[in-house]
């Protein structure tokens, strides 16, 4: 079965502190796609990045950076230099395509409150 | 802008009332849109998987008589929560997927908050 742990329920940081929130994933599949997402508080759900299972690289945009290792099932995200604009729960999610229809998966979530 | 519209964004309604909630796909076809609900401080699950054309597909312990799902264009799937109770008071999102991008990401819409009295 697949599923998506944030082992890590809510976290507090001060402004400008780096973060590192947590994925850790299950899946029998060889194909599959990891995302994370932000929830502001009005809702909506923001897409940050997807990355497919042939794809072990480090990714950086901006502020963001994502760290994806295969051997361990994980697929973490760092905010560097935090913002109070980053306060949301954050949502890692698994989606096989091919076996499941695209459905995702989501983690539990994770509440980021970054405090001035 | 937004890729998918979901309609209303709060309802508020007594005890009994049944719901219908839209999805729409605003630039693409979607053959395949999903429905997810979110209680308060939890994750989003997955309700059921819309497919135009034919009948939806219901995650195991969702009721398929309570929450009826219609996808009878390519660019739209309604939910409608037939006679509603408070527990059924949540935040419900859909997605929709654009398959001429293959693999790409999900477009969500902006969620509809029931709120039933």
């Known amino acids: 079965a697949q599923k998506v742990t944030q082992a890590q329920t809510e976290i507090s940081v001060v402004e400008k502190e780096d973060v590192t929130l947590d994925c850790v994933y299950e899946?029998?599949?060889?194909?599959?796609?990891l995302f994370w997402y932000k929830q502001p508080p009005s809702g909506e759900l923001v897409f940050l990045i997807r990355?497919?299972?042939?794809?072990?690289q480090n990714e950086i945009s901006g502020r963001y950076s994502w760290n994806f290792q295969k051997s361990t099932s994980s697929f973490n995200f760092t905010i560097t230099a935090s913002q109070v604009v980053d306060s949301a729960v954050y949502f890692c999610?698994?989606?096989?395509?091919?076996?499941?229809?695209?459905?995702?998966?989501f983690g539990q979530g994770t509440e980021l409150s970054v405090k001035p | 802008g937004a890729v998918v519209s979901q309609h209303p964004s709060r309802v508020i309604c007594k005890s009994g009332t049944s719901v219908k909630i839209e999805c729409r796909s605003l630039?693409?076809?979607?053959?395949?849109m999903f429905w997810y609900r979110q209680f308060p401080k939890q994750s989003l699950m997955l309700m059921a998987t819309?497919?135009?054309?034919?009948?939806?597909?219901?995650e195991q312990g969702v009721e398929k008589d309570k929450f009826l799902i219609n996808h009878a264009s390519l660019t739209l799937s309604t939910l409608t929560v037939t006679s509603a109770h408070p527990e059924d008071s949540s935040f419900y999102i859909c997605?929709?997927?654009?398959?001429?991008?293959?693999?790409?990401?999900?477009?969500f819409g902006d969620g509809t908050r029931l709120s039933i009295l």
């Open positions: 630039d693409f076809q979607a053959t395949t």
């Open positions: 819309s497919n135009e054309g034919s009948k939806a597909t219901y």
């Open positions: 899946t029998r599949d060889t194909t599959y796609y």
């Open positions: 990355r497919n299972s042939f794809d072990e």
């Open positions: 999610a698994l989606s096989d395509l091919y076996n499941q229809g695209g459905k995702l998966i």
């Open positions: 997605s929709a997927l654009n398959p001429d991008r293959g693999w790409g990401p999900q477009h």
